[in-house]
């Protein structure tokens, strides 16, 4: 079975660029979230889509992030304009089925850089 | 709302055991996870607690008690490549929330 697909794997960009990040959820799974982990810390949930919905974006600062999940399958995470404290691992994760009791599983990452 | 607190590094002696400690509060509980992360890489699930007591897989094992507020994660027989981080997540209504992670490091 193949796992969450993510990429770029490492992108470097200075500030107030933008960059876009692509995930692949494994095949059949509902529920899908952005994480930001920033190095020494545990993931932060950025978003939570069930199927093409949203269920939880409480945290993800919406003047410069934003995420999609067309047709409830892909999703796509922007940051525009970039500032250096975005400089983390964006994980992308998904689980199956509604219930939060559900194991969810993370992609490797996409490693952001912003100088 | 939700706070989780971990001890930040601990360390071992390859062969020993090793418990690491996890505290919550939280408006809404389904559940405790623990997750591994290797340096440079995505956390890997290792276990799932959601009733109160022990469960045991291999090496390690995982305690959790609701009234508490308190899980621990038991590593037996400890080996170099269990050098990593160790995410206690806790599952509210809707999401999951991680806390900072121990960093454990085990030495010859």
């Known amino acids: 079975e193949a796992g969450v697909a993510q990429s770029p794997r490492y992108k470097i960009i200075e500030k107030r660029q933008s960059v876009a990040f692509w995930c692949n959820p494994i095949?059949?799974?509902?529920?899908l979230y952005w994480y930001q982990q920033i190095l020494g810390q545990g993931p932060k949930l950025l978003i939570q889509?069930?199927?093409?919905?949203?269920?939880?974006d409480s945290q993800l600062p919406k003047d410069r992030f934003s995420a999609e999940r067309l047709k409830g399958v892909d999703s796509t995470l922007k940051i525009q304009p970039a500032k250096l404290e975005d400089s983390a691992v964006y994980l992308c994760?998904?689980?199956?089925?509604?219930?939060?009791?559900?194991?969810?599983?993370f992609g490797e990452g996409s490693w952001l850089t912003v100088v | 709302g939700q706070n989780i607190d971990q001890p930040t590094e601990m360390t071992a002696t390859e062969g020993a055991i090793v418990q690491i400690n996890c505290t919550y509060q939280?408006?809404?509980?389904?559940?405790l996870f623990w997750y591994q992360q290797h340096a440079g890489e995505a956390p890997t699930f290792l276990s799932y607690?959601?009733?109160?007591g022990l469960e045991e897989k291999g090496r390690f094992s995982s305690f959790l008690s609701r009234s508490k507020g308190y899980s621990y994660l038991l590593l037996k027989e400890l080996q170099m490549k269990d050098s990593a981080s160790y995410l206690c997540?806790?599952?509210?209504?809707?999401?999951?929330?991680f806390g900072k992670g121990t960093m454990l490091l085990v030495s010859p």
């Open positions: 095949s059949g799974h509902a529920t």
């Open positions: 939280t408006s809404g509980f389904n559940g």
């Open positions: 607690n959601v009733l109160d």
């Open positions: 994760a998904s689980s199956p089925g509604s219930g939060i009791g559900n194991t969810i599983y």
């Open positions: 997540a806790v599952a509210g209504y809707s999401t999951l929330t």
């Open positions: 889509f069930q199927n093409n919905g949203v269920v939880d």
